[in-house]
């Protein structure tokens, strides 16, 4: 089993910026690919953006230009940079990892953070 936790939520104004993180523990064989998923109320959850163990990132169109994804592979972490940020980003954020065990792929999620974009 994995578990990921994140940390970096809360509140913040209309324009400003946090910076999720999310660290994968537990039984973990080869984890080939991190990401960030959001769900807004009332709404279906959505990926945010993603990154593979070389590097390979992928964004969604509403936060590419405002949004980093970046991993520290020897720790099994992931952060997510956000920048100008705005009420629409507004969302429980979810951790998710892939983590591969001989052919077959395992998915994880953590427990949320949430993000308030607020004046």
Not at 6 to 11: A, I, N, W, Y
Not at 35 to 52: C, D, F, H, M, S
Not at 53 to 66: F, I, P
Not at 91 to 119: E, M, P
Request: hydrophobic share 30%; net charge positive; charged share 15%.
């Amino acid at each position: 089993q994995v578990q990921l936790v994140e940390s970096g939520g809360g509140l913040v104004q209309p324009g400003g910026s946090l910076r999720l993180s999310c660290v994968a523990s537990g039984t973990i064989f080869n984890i080939n690919a991190m990401g960030w998923y959001r769900q807004a109320p009332g709404k279906e959850r959505e990926l945010v953006a993603t990154i593979t163990s070389d590097g390979s990132t992928n964004y969604a169109d509403s936060v590419k230009g405002r949004f980093t994804i970046s991993s520290a592979n020897a720790k099994n972490t992931v952060y997510l940079q956000m920048n100008s940020l705005n009420p629409e980003d507004t969302a429980v954020y979810y951790c998710k990892a892939s983590d591969k065990r001989y052919s077959l792929i395992y998915h994880y999620w953590g427990q949320g953070t949430q993000v308030t974009v607020s004046s």
